[in-house]
């Protein structure tokens, strides 16, 4: 398994059922199956998600936008299993994506979003709630983005999420 700690980079293998590794002690956070290496996904606890989710505000660089990527797609998945806490935490990645711009990691949330969606489809209050949270959300990505092409912009990037903002702001009902 290829784990990202901050900054560095270790691969251990895991030949057993348990294993321990050895963690630096200024860690900080860690991220099981760096760069998707392997064919599995990674349930990490709240404490875990919550420090990866506010590495991105707080500067850190070291997450690659495969890595967000592959964050998203496992927790979704971990939370489709139904496993207790699984979705808050979805909930919680989904909620800390500030300040993004990479199309691949907001195309990959936004599809988490639309299946939770799917799930809260019948609770009325909830799916207000939700709703309303993904619009502030897609608001300020699109505000960033503006309706305008810039002649500079990045034609992979920008341009590939401007119409992905818009088309999700409408489908939360703005």
Sequence with gaps: MKL??????????LCSNNTVIDLPKNAGWVH????????????????MIDTLASAPQKG????????KVCLVR??????????????ENLLNL????????INPAWDTLLNAAQNIRHI???DENIS??????????????????????????DADIESLLRPLALSSIAKYGY
Excluded at 4 to 13: N, Y
Excluded at 60 to 67: P, Y
Excluded at 74 to 87: I, K, M, N, R, Y
Excluded at 94 to 101: A, D, L, P, Q
Aim: net charge negative.
């Design 32 to 47: 099981l199956n760096a760069d998707s290496t392997g064919f599995y996904a990674c349930q990490y606890d709240k404490g």
């Design 94 to 101: 989904i909620v800390s994506f500030k300040n993004e711009k």
């Design 120 to 122: 809260i489809d019948k």
């Design 60 to 67: 850190d660089t070291h997450l690659t936008e495969l890595d």
């Design 74 to 87: 496992d927790s979704l998945s971990v939370a489709e299993s139904v496993l207790p806490g699984a979705t």
């Design 4 to 13: 990202c700690i901050g900054h560095e980079t270790m691969t251990c293998f």
């Design 128 to 153: 207000k709630h939700f709703d309303s949270v993904m619009r502030n959300k897609l608001l300020s990505l699109f505000k960033d983005l503006g309706w305008e092409v810039p002649k500079d912009e």
